[in-house]
């Protein structure tokens, strides 16, 4: 069998036990490739668990860059017994397996068509660390030193990512070194470098490596958010816990150690929507951070925060519906759920992400638009960015930019005599303007109820005032639209009958599509949707091609849904491209069902008449 | 439904509090619950007090459920802004409020169903986080808004006016209150005004999580016989404790009670309450010993009323938090936003 080769090109997936500490050498892993100029992309894969059950730490290397999850694998680290024979069935012909031979395995249990790598690991650290802890925390900086030998790692970038990592910490520095040193000699000594290859590049630049959630709580930071209430829930939990740790560093007084913002673990998510409604009530800029079921609780809320004309931001890092299980693996099926959420005639701004650095240009925009047009925000975020390391431009800052509160009449104003109606569309655009309480002893006051109310928010049930009120409020969804992040186009080379609609973590899959499909000769314009509702654009872009394909990672094609109900797109040139079994979308799936459907329309050419 | 807006020509003979305003000030909307609603004389309560207390009326933030009781905040201090949020949800909201701008006063009100039923969980554990307020339960026993349905607070045997019997166990909020840790925790009666607006004034007062129940028979549906909610019911059984009298904000000396029968609680900001005992052995200080004797006379179908509980020591969440003293509000980008450097600092660490 021939061995695959490849360099700066391949995957390597870590098969580990949750809890075994695996986690971190794992990431010095990823990040000594990108130290040395290689872009590379990993993404975990966990059940819901804490300890003792198996997950995996799956890494793409590329130099060109792709970042999107590739399929198969090149060289499988197996250190999980328990998962070892699904994890051999996964290796690509030719490919590599390295795994821990203290124990001898029966020939049964490995294949032909690939090459095994075995190291007495357990041994190995048996003999030099009498601690269990130890023996079982440094197993694996020792494989991270051997794999550096094989695949031609350079150890001067782990020795100096290991020195970072423990700066101010230096006791544990040289045992680390030590250990990586362990693995190296015995793979010098005892094994050679495999057909894999590292080679320093300088495709890296000034990138950033951080996961979404982090940067989406940095973005709520520079974006003014005091108040953050949150209930615990996978995958965004982490959001929250960023948000309290960038407050202790960002937001504490020095003199007094007090801080400019809270963060309040709630007793469920009704109650955490409902203290971001109240703050945002009172003139705070608050968020909270949650998932599909967390949604689900929230959703009388929304729709009293929608019709009560209320700023509210809410980060929800999608993943795959109820309960536990496919929890911890990634969709985009909250979609519809947000677009829609509550009881009545409710619609809501949406913003798409599609990689760390826009979750905090998201957030940090969510926060402004959620004050100007007083309503709430989605940043539709999901597991895949959220929860995985991502290469992206940095995040940037305009030091003067200035946070948008929006239409908020101030105590001048009101003794101006400023004729204030909270409900009232003064300047045409659907938006009012609003109070913070405590403003004014004599004007501005008023009682704030869901949808029974006049334009000075007096108590009215009468039919042409609840009319009045939720025109404007359509009003007001038309002006969300050019506010809202814009699509971003990418032409083909060539004029192209077929357009492709995508949105949010699929953006690196798509891209490497698209390069493989010109390859195949076949050319695609595609357009990123970043917001909901619309742009006039997407209507434009779906009118100018024959046929559209919208690729999400859900079952029920949300997004097409809505395409075909806001714009009232023809259905027959909307095709969806569904991937949805809670693995990340990948290029091969998206070029292999475009070219699919190319080539037959080739055969029996679209008959786009038939649908009037 | 209708509203009349008030005429508010000032009465030149109507005497203004030390902050300029008269009693009207204070006053909301015309009511539109039944004419008899124990609920409207907790509106007027509520009024007495904040104008007795010289509080600046927009320097209020109203905040409710949804029921009977909870649409009362449009029928007093209509200057101040108001909400009325979701069923059982208002704690929530109000917390949020509180954090948003720490320097207003905040009334929750609420009723038995939108606290004891559906709000249970946000009752709870808005007691437990010591939100800096005032949270006022309209305890009816009944849903009055939904037409009659028993509530949780509804005692086990009481008759509903179809003759329904409640077979289900009562929550006593009052004692849930004092269990979750509310640093503040009353009971009074709508048709006891007299002892009503001076708990209502303490509550104010006190800087942490104050409750205060008001037993408030609903006439339409829970004024009958056989309910233990009717004012009639009320009156027989009800075994008031202390009466307050006063409360200053400085300690003053008066020779009005017989020593023995004034007790004075200090709070740690220089408030000082003082209570006129009724019952001897009764200690306002004393959360076991106040959860007993609630628990005590409940037993014997005795209401207990009065102050039943303070903390000298309260802290609220702001407290527990270590936020800074300014609203959150009216915090600037100077203040929340670390900036490019910092940022790109961040970056740095980030390769
Ligand atoms: C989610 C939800 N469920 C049900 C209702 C209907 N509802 C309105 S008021 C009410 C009960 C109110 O009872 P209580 O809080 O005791 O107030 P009261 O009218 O007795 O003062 C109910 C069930 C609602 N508004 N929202
Ligand atoms: S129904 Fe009962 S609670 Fe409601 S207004 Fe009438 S008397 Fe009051
Ligand atoms: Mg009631």
């Keep these: 069998m021939k061995p695959i080769t490849a360099v700066n090109d391949f995957v390597v997936k870590f098969a580990n036990v949750n809890g075994s500490g695996s986690a971190s050498a794992n990431e010095l892993f990823a990040k000594s490739i990108l130290r040395m100029g290689v872009p590379v992309s990993p993404r975990n894969i966990f059940p819901s668990n804490i300890q003792g059950l198996p997950t995996w730490y799956e890494v793409r290397v590329s130099e060109r860059g792709w970042l999107a999850r590739r399929g198969g694998v090149d060289l499988m680290v197996a250190m999980n017994p328990q998962t070892w024979d699904a994890d051999l069935r996964e290796i690509e012909p030719g490919g590599y397996l390295f795994y821990d031979n203290t124990r001898p395995l029966p020939p049964s249990k490995f294949r032909d068509d690939i090459h095994v790598i075995g190291m007495p690991l357990t041994e190995i650290c048996n003999a030099t660390y009498s601690d269990p802890r130890q023996r079982q925390l440094f197993k694996n900086i020792v494989y991270l030193g051997a794999l550096s030998v094989l695949l031609g790692v350079d150890q001067e970038a782990i020795a100096q990512l290991i020195a970072e990592q423990y700066k101010g910490k230096e006791k544990l520095l040289q045992p680390n070194l030590n250990a990586l040193r362990l693995g190296r000699e015995y793979a010098q000594e005892k094994l050679a470098p495999i057909g894999l290859q590292v080679q320093p590049a300088d495709n890296v630049g000034d990138r950033i490596f951080v996961d979404g959630n982090s940067a989406a709580a940095l973005g709520c930071i520079y974006g003014g958010a005091t108040v953050c209430a949150w209930y615990p829930i996978t995958p965004s939990s982490s959001v929250a816990e960023a948000f309290q740790k960038y407050v202790g560093k960002f937001r504490t007084d020095a003199d007094t150690g007090r801080v400019r913002g809270a963060v309040v673990q709630a007793e469920d998510e009704l109650a955490s929507i409902g203290m971001v409604v109240g703050a945002g009530w009172n003139g705070a800029r608050a968020f909270t951070a949650t998932s599909g079921p967390g949604i689900s609780l929230m959703s009388e809320f929304i729709g009293l925060a929608y019709f009560a004309e209320i700023p509210v931001t809410i980060i929800d890092v999608q993943r795959g519906g109820p309960s536990t299980g496919m929890p911890t693996r990634t969709q985009q099926s909250d979609v519809l759920a947000c677009a829609y959420a509550s009881h009545g005639d409710t619609k809501h701004v949406l913003l798409f992400p599609e990689d760390p650095h826009e979750c905090f240009e998201h957030a940090a925009g969510a926060l402004d638009l959620a004050d100007r047009l007083q309503t709430p925000v989605f940043v539709m975020t999901d597991l895949d960015i959220g929860m995985n390391q991502r290469l992206c431009t940095p995040f940037e800052w305009d030091d003067s930019r200035t946070y948008d509160r929006g239409k908020v009449m101030t105590r001048e104003a009101l003794d101006a005599g400023c004729d204030f109606g909270r409900y009232k569309d003064v300047d045409g655009d659907g938006i009012p303007y609003r109070t913070y309480p405590g403003t004014h002893p004599d004007r501005g006051g008023y009682f704030t109820r869901g949808t029974t109310k006049n334009a000075y928010a007096v108590y009215s049930e009468a039919g042409p005032d609840y009319i009045d009120n939720v025109q404007r409020l359509l009003r007001k969804f038309e002006t969300a639209k050019a506010l809202v992040p814009q699509p971003v186009m990418a032409a083909a080379k060539h004029r192209t009958p077929t357009g492709a609609i995508f949105y949010g973590s699929t953006s690196p899959a798509m891209a490497e599509a698209v390069a493989a499909l010109e390859k195949e000769g076949i050319a695609v314009d595609t357009m990123r949707v970043r917001a909901f509702p619309f742009p006039d654009s997407v209507t434009d872009f779906i009118d100018a091609h024959e046929q559209v394909f919208v690729i999400e990672q859900n079952r029920d094609a949300q997004l097409r849904t809505l395409l075909l109900t806001e714009l009232n797109a023809d259905p027959a040139k909307l095709m969806p491209l569904l991937h949805y079994d809670g693995t990340p979308i990948t290029a091969r799936f998206i070029t292999r069902a475009i070219a699919e459907q190319v080539h037959l329309r080739a055969v029996a050419p679209f008959e786009k008449d038939k649908v009037a | ?351």
């Design chain 2, 1 to 351: 439904m209708t509203y009349i807006a008030k005429p508010r020509l000032h009465h030149p003979t109507l005497p203004e509090n030390r902050v300029g305003f008269t009693r009207r000030d204070y006053e909301g909307k015309i009511s539109t619950l039944c004419a008899g609603c124990g609920h409207d004389s907790i509106s007027a309560a509520i009024i007495e007090a904040c104008w007795e207390m010289d509080i600046e009326p927009h320097r209020v933030a109203k905040l409710s459920g949804i029921g009977c009781s909870s649409k009362t905040p449009d029928y007093f201090l209509g200057n101040s802004h108001g909400f009325n949020t979701v069923h059982g949800r208002m704690p929530s909201v109000l917390t949020g409020a509180n954090l948003a701008n720490r320097t207003l006063l905040y009334l929750g009100v609420s009723g038995d169903g939108d606290s004891a039923s559906i709000g249970l969980g946000q009752f709870a554990h808005v007691m437990r986080r010591g939100v800096n307020m005032v949270y006022i339960l309209e305890n009816n026993g009944v849903y009055g808004l939904t037409k009659g349905q028993f509530s949780a607070t509804a005692d086990q045997g009481s008759k509903s006016k179809r003759g329904a019997v409640n077979t289900d166990a009562p929550i006593d909020t009052v004692s849930l209150a004092l269990i979750m840790g509310a640093t503040f925790v009353a009971r009074g009666f709508s048709g006891d005004k007299r002892q009503l607006v001076p708990l209502l004034r303490a509550a104010i007062a006190h800087k942490g999580a104050a409750f205060v129940d008001v037993i408030s028979p609903c006439v339409a549906f829970n004024n009958h016989p056989g309910s233990t909610r009717s004012y009639d019911y009320v009156r027989e059984h009800n075994e008031a404790v202390n009466r307050i009298d006063f409360i200053e904000t400085r300690p003053e000396v008066t020779a009005d009670y017989e020593e023995g029968h004034v007790v004075e609680i200090p709070h740690h900001d220089g408030t000082l309450l003082r209570l006129r005992k009724l019952h001897g052995e009764y200690d306002p200080t004393d959360r076991i010993g106040a959860m007993n004797y609630v628990q005590h006379h409940q037993a014997r179908g005795e209401i207990v009323t009065g102050l039943l509980y303070a903390d000298p020591h309260a802290e609220d969440l702001h407290e527990h938090l270590y936020t800074v003293d300014a609203p959150f509000n009216g915090l600037t980008e100077e203040d929340l936003c670390p900036g490019a450097a910092a940022l790109e600092a961040i970056n740095a660490s980030l390769r």
